[in-house]
């Protein structure tokens, strides 16, 4: 099992950049596909970027694509989030999630408990 610590969110300005970070627990981290997901009020929540167990492989939502860089650091069990060029519609309540399945398409077991970020225009 894994426990999810999500940190880093906050407000920015449209333009601006802010880097979550996830630390799990346990000494298995490297043996979970990871991503990362958002929930804006009164929408579903959404795939935002998923990276392989060992950081070879990413995926990225449209939306995202080109803004967004998703990187983990096994060593550190932590998964990051780096988010460059906001828009308002990013604004949202970010979740990462751990997977057991090594190959995609993943399912997320484990989820950590969420962090705002919210962006102004």
């Known amino acids: 099992q894994v426990q999810l610590v999500e940190s880093g969110g906050g407000l920015v300005q449209a333009g601006g950049s802010l880097r979550l970070s996830c630390a799990a627990s346990?000494?298995?981290?490297?043996?979970?596909?990871m991503g990362w997901f958002r929930q804006a009020p009164g929408k579903e929540r959404e795939f935002v970027a998923a990276i392989s167990w060992s950081g070879g492989s990413t995926y990225y939502a449209d939306s995202v694509k080109g803004r967004f860089t998703i990187s983990r650091d096994n060593a550190k069990n932590t998964v990051y989030l780096q988010m460059n060029s906001l828009k308002p519609e990013d604004t949202a309540v970010y979740y990462c999630?751990?997977?057991?399945?090594?190959?995609?398409?993943?399912?997320?077991?484990?989820w950590g408990q969420g962090t705002q970020v919210t962006v102004s225009s």
């Open positions: 346990g000494r298995t981290f490297s043996s979970y596909a």
């Open positions: 999630a751990a997977a057991v399945n090594l190959v995609p398409p993943y399912e997320y077991d484990y």
